[in-house]
């Protein structure tokens, strides 16, 4: 068990052990759940998203578009190390 200080505004601070244990880094976000007799369960938020959130960010309205034989023609002579 691990025991750990509240300041004076209130706060806690997680030593590096436990961010460690839950996962979680600067940015991450931590979920919190009260339970009966003054006990909380702490647990790392894991982002809810779907894979089609990220479909269409690297589109650029003012840029060229290729089409796939385009890009796969690029993507050989990459390999064999033309430009």
């Known amino acids: 068990m691990s025991t750990l200080s509240v300041t004076a505004k209130g ?13 979680v880094r600067p940015g991450d976000k931590i979920d919190l759940d009260m339970l009966p007799n003054g006990r909380i ?14 479909f269409g960010m690297l589109h650029r309205k003012d840029g060229p578009t290729f089409t796939i034989e385009e890009i796969n023609e690029a993507i050989a002579k990459g390999w064999a190390g033309e430009r």
């Open 11 to 23: 706060q806690v601070t997680l030593r590096k052990d436990l961010l460690k244990h839950l996962g």
């Open 41 to 54: 369960e702490v647990r790392a938020a894991r982002r809810t998203g779907k894979i089609s959130d990220v």
